[in-house]
Nanobody
Framework: QVQLVESGGGSEQSGGSLRLSCVAS????????MGWFRQAPGKEREGVAG???????RYADDVKARFTVSRDNAKNTLYLQMNSLKPDDTAMYYC?????????????????????WGQGTQVTVSS
């Protein structure tokens, strides 16, 4: 049974940092592409960052140079280091997984391409 469990969310002031984690189980983590998505109230879920099994990454334009996605295959864990947080980063953050062999080229941030999802962790940034 595939499970993705996010943690690390919380409340932070503008300019602060948070590190999200996503622990995966039930599938061969090292062969899967992983993504971080977020959904703010009243908005669509959007791709934030993604990483392939080989470590290639992609970021949404508004988080480039502020967020860093990484993975530890030995720990079956995905991370998102978020620096210089802004109030617009306030959202529920989700991790997602898809076999890299099933992911269309260039689709790391495409919500519909992912098979498995976690329950999310809330990030709130105050000004």
């Amino acid at each position: 049974q595939v499970q993705l469990v996010e943690s690390g969310g919380g409340s932070e002031q503008s300019g602060g940092s948070l590190r999200l984690s996503c622990v995966a189980s039930g599938y061969p983590f090292s062969t899967y592409c992983m993504g971080w998505f977020r959904q703010a109230p009243g908005k669509e879920r959007e791709g934030v960052a993604g990483i392939t099994s080989g470590g290639a990454t992609r970021y949404a334009d508004d988080v480039k140079a502020r967020f860093t996605v990484s993975r530890d295959n030995a720990k079956n864990t995905l991370y998102l280091q978020m620096n210089s947080l802004k109030p617009d980063d306030t959202a529920m953050y989700y991790c997602a997984a898809v076999p890299c062999m099933s992911l269309p080229f260039g689709a790391l941030l495409l919500r519909s391409a992912y098979y498995y999802w976690g329950q999310g962790t809330q990030v709130t940034v105050s000004s």
